[in-house]
């Protein structure tokens, strides 16, 4: 069971949109829709920001957004606003009742 | 409103047992809906699932981890633990309790965590 990969570090300006990516194999995001990705501020809990690929829970901006190809996770922030600057974390079902996380990626917006 | 609330003793030393509490408040943690957990973070690191338990009993554990780790629930008191053996300085790190709303790491609750120091 190995890590999710995401980017170290993404940017962007102010509006624009970003990207993160999230890859992992067939054994986790190839196979289950079971992708949620985590908001994390520093010296703060992480924040719970989409789950199962791209469903919202209740409070999160629609400005968030989830997709899946084959074994690629992605999170989308459009309209990039200077709060987002964050970490951010993708987590897998990975079968066996087991979970796996992704390195973070470091979202800087300029 | 649901909240999380780590606690425990801030500094293990090596080869001992690192051991915590998450005491529950504003929900019940028999829900048959609902799972809970532990998650780590060492500093300046990402984040790593360490395991998850159902108000019954039954129990998942990183791989990792597995043959170290032991979860368990105290429903009278509305707080489960989690229990780490035989510690080393890589087991220091954030420990942060968490509320699995669907079970397959959906996070929606979390504690504030809480820094165990593993040092002698």
């Known amino acids: 069971q190995s890590a999710l990969t995401q980017p170290a570090s993404v940017s962007g300006s102010p509006g624009q949109s970003i990207t993160i990516s999230c890859t992992g194999t067939s054994s986790d995001i190839g196979i289950y829709n079971l992708v949620s990705w985590y908001q994390q501020h520093p010296d703060k809990a992480p924040k719970l920001m989409i789950y199962?690929?791209?469903k919202w829970p209740s409070g999160v901006s629609n400005r968030f957004s989830g997709s899946k190809s084959g074994n690629t996770a992605s999170l989308t922030i459009s309209g990039l606003q200077a709060e987002d600057e964050a970490e951010y974390y993708c987590c897998s079902y990975a079968g066996s009742s087991t979970l796996v996380f992704g390195g973070g990626t470091k979202l800087t917006v300029l | 409103q649901l909240q999380l609330q780590e606690s425990g003793p801030g500094l293990v030393k090596p080869s001992e047992t690192l051991s915590l509490t998450c005491a529950v408040s504003g929900g019940s943690i028999s829900s048959s809906t609902y799972y809970w957990g532990w998650i780590r973070q060492p500093p300046g690191k990402g984040l790593e699932w360490i395991g998850t338990i159902f108000y019954s009993g039954s129990t998942y554990y990183s791989p990792s981890l597995k043959s170290r780790v032991t979860i368990s629930v105290d429903t009278s008191k509305n707080q489960f633990s989690l229990k780490l053996s035989s510690v080393t300085a890589a087991d220091t790190a954030v420990y942060y309790c968490?509320?699995?709303?669907?079970?397959?790491?959906?996070?929606?609750?979390w504690g504030q965590g809480t820094l165990v120091t593993v040092s002698s």
């Open positions: 968490f509320r699995d709303m669907r079970g397959y790491g959906t996070f929606d609750y």
């Open positions: 199962e690929v791209n």
